[in-house]
């Protein structure tokens, strides 16, 4: 086994306390891998990336994104993008065998990239490309990765990540720091962590660094590229107003409530968890811990207790406006303003109030 792939125990020097070894210590800066396909970066890199220019700028190292993608314009002009979201440089991976994702070349790159320049943090976005890529590359370097995080912070005590994330079904949070092994790897999901602000003035370097790998040493093959084009496929995650609706509404035919509001105020339709197992509503339009992570900027929530496995996929939102016939109900803790009431009128009661509005305002001009 190389050295990289057991590295011996840190030194516990006081209680609570990891004094990192001279190896460790060689690990430093905080990478970010830019997912893209197709011409398009995926928006979670740069949320990403706003992150760790925190916890780049508290452990005082840079930051970095990693490109792995085609060697064309498109990939190289991505690593402008890196520094304009907070980067100080770029990894860039070049190679006509990267053009499309698949796991084997990839997880190749990205070893050979950490296992050359040794960051101490390594961020992905928790889609399903960055879990299947930080999978395989943490067991390749035999790393710890904590995946699903909702929140990062620096043990500067022993100079660790500290990775939240829920676990024991959304109950708990729990803080999982890598003590033993370098790079501490963490994947994020989509809307958790705010989009940096774009700043074109920034610069940075780019450093690249070959695939040393050929078409034929590939499992598998690329043989077409079918969008997922459906018409009706819910952009939750990217949506800025959501009405959604919970087991309040007590039953199917009562949902229509929530799309007559949702068309009215061209937003999204989101729902809890009981809705989607009843059938009301596709499997996509759940939110909360065991679907999608939102951040509108208006989420009206209708019939919805507040758990807290709702509540992880929608404290984001800048405005929650709850409606709940139990004052006591948790989501009042954390709503910007709560309406008391029977969901079954108020709906259709602020539909016909926004209709109206909107009326009047098409009207005036
Ligand atoms: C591992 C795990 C993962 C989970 N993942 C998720 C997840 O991703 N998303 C999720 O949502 N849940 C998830 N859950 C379930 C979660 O714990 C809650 O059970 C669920 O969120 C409750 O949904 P609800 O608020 O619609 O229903 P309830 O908790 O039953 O709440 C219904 C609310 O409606 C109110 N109400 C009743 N009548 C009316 C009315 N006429 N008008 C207005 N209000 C009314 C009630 O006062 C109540 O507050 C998960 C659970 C586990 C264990």
């Not at 995926?42 to 990336?49: A, K, Q, T």
């Not at 840079?62 to 770029?90: K, N, P």
Request: with cysteine.
């Amino acid at each position: 086994m190389s050295e990289q792939a057991s590295p011996a125990p840190v030194k516990r020097a006081a209680k609570g306390k990891y004094e990192l070894d001279e190896r460790l210590k060689a690990y430093q800066g905080v990478w970010v891998f830019i997912e893209h396909e197709r011409g398009e970066v995926h928006p979670v890199s740069w949320e990403l990336l706003g992150e760790g220019r925190k916890l780049a700028d508290r452990l005082g190292v840079s930051l970095s994104g990693v490109i792995l993608g085609a060697d064309d314009f498109a990939t190289r002009q991505f690593c402008e993008e890196t520094f304009f979201h907070g980067a100080d440089s770029c990894y860039l991976m070049a190679d006509p065998v990267l053009a499309s994702y698949r796991n084997q070349p990839f997880t190749k790159g990205l070893t050979d990239l950490v296992n050359a320049y040794q960051p101490e943090i390594l961020l992905l976005g928790a889609t399903a490309q960055g879990r299947d890529l930080a999978g395989s590359v943490a067991t390749t370097l035999q790393t710890g990765l904590t995946a699903d995080c909702t929140e990062l912070n620096i043990d500067m005590e022993n100079r660790s990540m500290a990775a939240s994330r829920p676990t024991f079904g959304g109950s708990l949070l729990c803080t999982i720091l890598t003590l033993n092994f370098r790079p501490q790897m963490a994947t994020v999901r989509p809307r958790v962590m705010a989009m940096p602000d774009r700043d074109t003035r920034r610069t940075g370097t780019v450093i690249t660094h070959p695939l040393g790998m050929v078409e034929t040493a590939i499992v598998t093959k690329v043989l077409d590229y079918i969008a997922d084009n459906r018409q009706d496929k819910p952009q939750l995650a990217f949506a800025d107003i959501i009405v959604a609706g919970g087991r309040g509404l007590k039953k199917s035919e009562n949902f229509q409530l929530v799309w007559d509001l949702a068309l009215v105020l061209g937003a999204e339709i989101g729902a809890s968890r009981p809705v989607v197992q009843a059938g009301w509503v596709d499997p996509e339009r759940q939110v909360g811990q065991s679907g999608k992570t939102v951040r509108p900027k208006l989420y009206i929530a209708a019939g919805i207790s507040g758990a807290v496995q709702h509540r992880v996929g929608m404290e984001g939102a800048d405005v929650i406006i709850a409606i709940n016939t139990d004052r006591n109900a948790p989501i009042f803790e954390f709503a910007t303003y709560g309406i008391v009431g029977n969901a079954m009128t108020i709906l259709p009661a602020l539909t016909e109030a926004f209709r109206q509005k909107l009326a009047m305002a098409r009207m005036a001009g």
